[in-house]
């Protein structure tokens, strides 16, 4: 064993005996592979099963290593954890092992944070104006400015009373509307400059991956520099960059740029902003109102619909003229007033920027327009060659996640974050840059003794799912499932209409039963009704998308995972939708390479919610027989946990009874 080997496996003992946990093979496996990364300087992706305790599988080594170390996490869950209670459990242990004083911080975009100079600013923005009209939301905007005065407070959104983001807005703002600290009247107490100057010298900064996503396709730092990079629930990482880079182009927004303009620089160039403004909003809902008439029309567009292209161009050319008289005068020198023209500036350009996209879109970009809230979208169909340029060639990255594989391999999941694998990984990269091909993989399992601790109800003999939603044989199995199981369910539905047909099922006919159901509703924040479901041991939790990953509910109140259907991507979602036609048109298979691997690694992550501890036991019960019956179903069950498999519906049926029975008593 070499010295470094033997340094991080007294410091992961240190650690863990400071948490009163046991030393695991996998997270030891897993640390020993990590403190290897960073010594020879390449990449690692690391697929560690529940329970493997992977936060310090790839602390330790980095500590141990004194390393600067970036950690990206997808979840706000997944930060707070790691710095409200994983690294202050270890800290102090490590740094009597190590003999050195050890840092971390958290650092959000600036957004995340309250703005000294808009709260304080006399003239309120538009943001602001709405608040004097309501009187809660008045008093919301006094609670907050009372916190945000008081002593020794963050400003940070996650630690301030909970106000309505309304109230929030008028007191935040971008990173393109922020001054910067050194041009500010409240530079010295800015709570974004603190956060940021605390993160720049800690030796692990906590992130999230939108922050991360943002820095790469810029090119522009935000973050601290470090030597390496770890990417927590890595399985999310291209979407959440799409998301991150995506365009957005409301009149909401633009009316809102124009109104900030015209206070602070009245005159010619900011009523003809306005008046594009106004011309644009007209446009957005004439097209509304057509399109929402139209299924046909909605989802992706080809190209800038032609009502909409001028009102676009002249927000872009009155936007430009406005940036650039804001631009012309140097004569200010007092600081309120340059933080103002910056924010002004800051939104217009943003706008300036937005238009010009849209209207200069290529093969390379997706647009579609979003009814609901009258939206111009417009994102990249390709993040990975991004990624590979400004990331995977500059640190060595560290990719980790209980779900990286799909059907046993990394490849899907290695490509979308941009490695190079397989045929692509001959590309030539320059002597100063650690090459994205230089990759190693590794599953270290988990402790969990799934075959034995869990069941794989597969039931052959229901209809394969239709456009009509959630068939009454699923629903009245589900029904069954849950009378069995005493409630003690988390039942994930693919659309918000099952989660409503098998509300208003359920509550029929379980109403005689001892069982209380939780539904979530559109909006909804997930950790509430999480929380409830956990503390009630004999309630169901019906919901979406968000549920199907991070829910973390140990114990009785979960013994059985219900998945209404195979959850693959909706054929109106236009950015995956354009991916597989593009694999299609270069003679693929859009579906194979697309459509299953993003189903797998979402079954895995839905599956995943059953078992999260030792003692957990119960059944995933997939209500969808395309499973069974279609050719891909292989993939999608060598992608998930290997719980013991049946379709016979008596037996699980008895399972369930006995164990509700066992916790009851």
């Not at 001054?179 to 720049?200: E, I, M, N, P, T």
């Not at 990482?237 to 633009?254: G, H, I, K, N, Y």
């Not at 997939?622 to 060598?638: P, W």
């Amino acid at each position: 064993m070499s010295d470094l080997s033997a340094q991080v496996r007294a410091a992961l003992d240190a650690a863990v005996t400071a948490i009163g946990g046991k030393p695991r093979d996998g997270q030891i496996e897993m640390a020993e592979a990590v403190a290897n990364a960073l010594t020879d300087r390449h990449h690692l992706m690391v697929q560690a099963g529940t329970g493997t305790g992977k936060s310090l599988a790839y602390l330790i080594p980095a500590l141990v290593h004194g390393r600067k170390v970036l950690v990206a996490t997808a979840t706000l869950a997944l930060q707070r954890q790691l710095v409200e209670r994983d690294l202050p459990a270890v800290v102090p242990a490590l740094e009597k092992q190590l003999g050195r004083k050890i840092t971390y911080a958290i650092y959000k975009g600036v957004g995340n944070y309250i703005c000294l100079a808009k709260m304080n600013s006399e003239e309120p923005d538009p943001d602001g104006e709405l608040l004097l009209e309501s009187s809660y939301l008045e008093k919301d905007a006094k609670r907050l400015h009372a916190w945000a005065r008081s002593k020794d407070v963050s400003g940070d959104r996650d630690d301030a009373p909970e106000v309505d983001r309304r109230v929030w807005a008028a007191n935040s703002l971008s990173g393109r509307e922020c001054v910067g600290a050194d041009s500010c009247a409240y530079g010295s107490q800015c709570f974004a400059a603190k956060a940021k100057a605390k993160a720049q010298d800690a030796d692990v900064v906590v992130t999230n991956h939108t922050l991360l996503a943002i820095e790469i396709v810029d090119s522009h730092p935000i973050l601290p520099e470090r030597d390496a990079v770890i990417l927590d629930e890595a399985h999310e990482f291209m979407d959440r960059t799409t998301q991150a880079v995506t365009e957005e182009l409301t009149s909401a927004r633009v009316q809102r740029a124009a109104a900030m303009a015209r206070k602070y620089l009245p005159g010619k160039v900011s009523e003809a902003f306005t008046n594009a403004a106004d011309s644009f909003h007209d446009a957005m809902n004439d097209y509304g109102a057509d399109v929402k008439g139209d299924f046909a029309k909605q989802g992706r567009l080809e190209e800038i619909p032609q009502s909409l292209e001028n009102p676009v161009r002249k927000v872009r050319e009155s936007a430009t003229a406005l940036v650039q008289s804001l631009g012309a005068d140097d004569e200010i020198l007092e600081p309120e007033a340059l933080a103002e023209r910056a924010r002004v500036k800051g939104a217009v350009q943003e706008i300036a920027t937005t238009a010009g996209k849209l209207l200069k879109m290529g093969d390379t970009h997706v647009l579609w327009y979003e009814p609901t809230f009258s939206t111009l979208h417009l994102a990249p169909l390709s993040v990975s060659h991004i990624l590979r340029s400004n990331l995977l060639t500059q640190n060595p990255v560290i990719a980790t996640s209980a779900t990286l594989t799909v059907g046993n391999g990394f490849d899907a999941m290695a490509k979308s974050i941009g490695f190079l694998v397989g045929n692509d990984a001959d590309e030539a990269v320059a002597d100063d840059e650690i090459d994205p091909a230089n990759v190693q993989f590794l599953d270290v399992g988990s402790p969990f003794d799934f075959a034995n601790q869990g069941m794989l109800y597969l039931p052959k003999h229901l209809p394969e799912p239709t456009r009509d939603g959630t068939s009454p044989q699923v629903l009245e199995e589900l029904g069954e499932l849950i009378d069995a199981a005493g409630g003690r369910t988390l039942a994930l539905f693919s659309s918000w209409r099952g989660v409503e047909a098998a509300d208003a099922y359920l509550r029929d006919v379980l109403k005689e039963r001892p069982i209380s159901i939780i539904t979530q509703k559109r909006g909804d924040a997930v950790g509430p009704l999480v929380e409830r479901f956990a503390k009630d041991e004999t309630s169901v939790l019906l919901g979406t998308m968000s549920l199907w990953q991070g829910v973390d509910v140990p114990g009785n109140s979960c013994i059985l995972v219900a998945i209404d259907r195979l959850p693959f991507p909706r054929p109106d979602e236009p950015v995956l939708a354009a991916r597989s036609a593009l694999a299609d048109n270069a003679g693929g298979s859009g579906f194979m390479q697309v459509s299953v691997p993003r189903a797998a690694l979402l079954l895995a992550q839905g599956a995943g919610r059953l078992i999260r501890s030792i003692d957990d036991r119960g059944v995933v019960a997939i209500m969808d027989s395309r499973i069974v019956t279609k050719r891909y179903g292989n993939i999608l069950l060598n992608s998930m946990p290997p719980l013991w498999r049946t379709n016979d519906k008596e037996v699980v049926r008895e399972s369930l009874k006995r164990l509700s029975q066992n916790l009851s008593e």
